[in-house]
């Protein structure tokens, strides 16, 4: 398996454009879940998933944060607009279906740069 | 979601066995409990999780006494690839609000 598969790896862009990360998630797990890593706030959940619906979203840190996943194989978590803030390495990680335990996979993150 | 205390950081010599103790004092019936590892640059990755007593897979060991208040990991024979940040998590992943991850322990293996 190819694992859970993020792009862009690396992203630069100017304040105020819209920006917008994707993931494949590996095949035939249920939940998708999108987290932001800084030094200063560590790794943080922003929105998940469950069978392509958003079952939690309350970390997504503000309006300009959206999340969608239109199919069982595609997500995409967008800013717009941007800010020098939203800098941070964004991760996508998927999980198979299942009960109380968790095993995520996670992909390679994505390294965001606003300028 | 019960909260975990664990070192920020530890030092270690290859070759040493290293333990590394997350505190979980409000563990509910239904939490398990996970760790992850994660490189530099790179995500977080599954180690192992347990619910209670002693859980061995080929990558480490976990450790958890019967009133489940704190767990330990314990990595034999540690190598200089083993330098990273080892995360506890504590929680019922199949419950509304999923797992948080908190600051983890960064490990530095020294030669």
């Known amino acids: 398996d190819a694992g859970v598969i993020q792009s862009p790896r690396h992203e630069v862009t100017e304040m105020g454009q819209e920006v917008t990360l994707r993931c494949k998630p590996i095949s035939g797990h249920n939940s998708l879940f999108w987290y932001r890593q800084t030094m200063m706030r560590g790794l943080e959940l922003l929105i998940y998933f469950n069978n392509n619906v958003p079952i939690d979203d309350s970390g997504m840190p503000e309006d300009r944060f959206s999340a969608k996943m239109p199919n069982a194989s595609f997500s995409t978590l967008k800013i717009q607009p941007s800010e020098p803030r939203d800098s941070a390495v964004y991760f996508c990680?998927?999980?198979?279906?299942?009960?109380?335990?968790?095993?995520?996979?996670f992909g390679p993150g994505t390294r965001l740069t606003v300028l | 979601l019960a909260k975990t205390t664990q070192p920020i950081s530890m030092d270690s010599y290859e070759g040493q066995e290293v333990n590394i103790t997350c505190s979980h004092n409000?563990?509910?019936?239904?939490?398990?409990i996970t760790w992850y590892q994660q490189f530099p640059s790179q995500g977080p990755r599954f180690i192992i999780q347990g619910y209670k007593t002693k859980v061995t897979n080929e990558v480490a060991s976990l450790f958890i006494p019967a009133d489940r208040k704190s767990s330990t990991l314990s990595l034999p024979r540690v190598s200089l690839s083993d330098t990273a940040v080892y995360y506890c998590l504590v929680g019922d992943a199949g419950s509304a609000r999923q797992l948080t991850f908190g600051s983890g322990t960064q490990l530095t293996v020294l030669p």
């Open positions: 990680a998927s999980r198979p279906a299942g009960g109380p335990t968790d095993t995520q996979y």
């Open positions: 409000n563990i509910a019936t239904n939490d398990y």
